[in-house]
């Protein structure tokens, strides 16, 4: 009997509107932050509106901040990004609110090697005693095929029947790369790759769910031999 291989892309949709905040009253414990190549780090669960930290960034590299999905939130989030390691008064490089539900996230792409100050801000701009876990990830550049798995067909990640998945819903990070007929999909942003193993015959069901009611779309292509040939 063959075994084949499907192969699947899930994009997600998203929109930014710009501002930015001022109001900053203390740095976070730990400061200045360094964050391993594709990984995720929490830097902290007693994080209150006008608490800010300091990170090291690489030239080229990706970044995201979130407060997305946090855990106990307690109040309307807003995330200011600034250049150097002094909060509020450096150029703004970065501002969102309101990204997922009334949590922020900012995704960006550093243009210099040094140093950045995020602030998170109670809306609207202001300090607050209630507290939040801000998750803090890092991917490579997009247009770098060494980056992280699922960023390109060829690193697509494996995915197993009847396991839960956390979809990383990327924000900002580029779209679909060429090559690929992407057939109804008008647009790909934000993609991210999956291959499944098919062993045995039968029906396949693939549920994507959001919790912050974002739009995910994807598209599935085989069967295929091997995962390389597809790509």
């Known amino acids: 009997m063959k075994k084949f291989y499907l192969f699947i892309l899930i ?7 710009y501002s930015q905040c001022y109001t900053c009253n203390t740095v976070l414990l730990g400061s200045p932050y360094s964050i391993a190549p594709c990984s995720t780090i929490t830097v902290s669960d007693m994080v209150k509106g006008g ?11 990706t970044y995201t901040w979130s407060t997305c999905g946090s855990s106990g939130l307690a109040f309307n989030t807003q995330l200011t990004l ?17 990204e997922c539900g009334n949590k922020s996230s900012i995704t960006w792409t550093a243009t210099f090697t040094g140093t950045v100050t995020l602030l998170v801000s109670k809306y609207n701009c202001q300090v607050s005693s209630g507290y939040l876990e801000i998750p803090v990830s890092l ?19 494996p995915f197993c029947t009847g396991t839960t998945y956390n979809f ?15 057939c109804c999909l008008q647009t790909t942003p934000n993609p991210v790759w999956y291959y499944l193993f098919i062993d045995q015959p ?12 974002q739009d ?16």
């Open 11 to 17: 994009l997600h949709l998203s929109f930014t509107i």
């Open 216 to 231: 995910l779309d994807f598209i599935c292509w085989g069967p295929f031999n091997n995962i390389f040939d597809p790509c």
């Open 82 to 98: 600034f250049e150097g390691s002094t909060c509020g008064s450096g150029t703004v490089l970065a501002y969102n609110d309101d």
């Open 168 to 182: 990383p819903a990327g924000v900002n990070s580029g779209v679909g790369e060429a090559g690929p007929n992407y």
């Open 51 to 61: 608490n800010y930290a300091v990170f090291n960034v690489t030239q080229g590299i």
């Open 139 to 157: 991917k490579w550049s997009a247009i770098d095929n060494t980056g992280c798995d699922g960023d390109f067909c060829i690193s697509a990640r």
């Open 202 to 213: 039968g029906n396949i069901d693939i549920y994507i769910h959001s919790d912050q009611s």
